[in-house]
């Protein structure tokens, strides 16, 4: 009974918490797509033509990636809650390696532009373009090391599922959001 | 079905949907104010899929609900300002 509430009461003082982080995080993405849309509104024509030079279909790809594995994170969470940790599990490595998708996609598309002789320095619409999805790949790779911690803490033979999943997954789900933003905003943008 | 299952697989269905429909648009859509509309009411909307069905935002208090949802949709009104006005 002790215990039960012990772990009642971490609960619910760590959900606010991670709440906290993420809004943070939230806002300061907001600062930068301000900031993007303040430069990319004195150059227009530099910033769409550079827009031009990006590959939709690689961003969409990433979308679907990205979108498929938060679907496969929320369907454990909703497993675990039914006391499925097996099954979750599953879903954790499915969102694991669909998610690790989005890594592969980021390296073709970084290495084409390098390539192609664009790098942070060509001009303001690709420092910009580096700068954020270098940001958020940051973000990426932080929760893909979660993924795999979460698989990690639901190995067959454990109980219980540990109360930080659910801030594992909240995380994984903000990589989704802002990618839901920076994909338009960069690549979707009158321009193409 | 699992009601919280098949709300969620509801959810990644319609975030698919939305976003082959937002590639579609760039395509399909001339009027540069009606596109860039479009797309970022689909990426709030999206955003605010994730938020309410994966991240069960509806379980937050009040004030928390309404950042989270104040900035999805505050960030697809700026983009889109910003996109109209240059």
Redesign the interface.
Known sequence: MAEAMAEESVDAGET?GV?TFL?AD??GF?IF??VF??E??KA?ALFDQSARMLD?RLG?AN??IL??S??L???AM??I??GRAGRARLCLIGGLVIGSGFAVLKVIEYHAKIAHGITPATNGFFTFYFILTGVHFLHYAIGLGVLVAMIAALRPGVRAAPQWLESGA?YW??V??LW??L???LY???G? | M?R??LI??A??AA??GA??C??W???HLSN?AA??GT??A??AG??VL??R???DLGK?PAP?RW??TG??A???V??FT??A??
Do not use: E
């Open positions: 606010p709440w809004a939230s806002v907001a797509f301000a849309m303040s990319r509104a227009p939709i969409l979308t679907l979108v498929t938060g679907w994170v929320a369907l909703a497993l809650q039914r909240l789900h903000l989704d959001v839901l933003f994909f338009p905003m979707l943008l009158p193409h | 699992d919280l299952v969620r697989s959810t990644w975030l698919v976003t082959i937002s590639a648009a760039v395509s540069q596109l860039v797309i970022m689909l990426a999206k955003a994730v938020l069905n994966f991240m937050l928390l950042l989270f900035w999805a505050s960030c697809a700026l983009i910003f996109a006005l240059s």
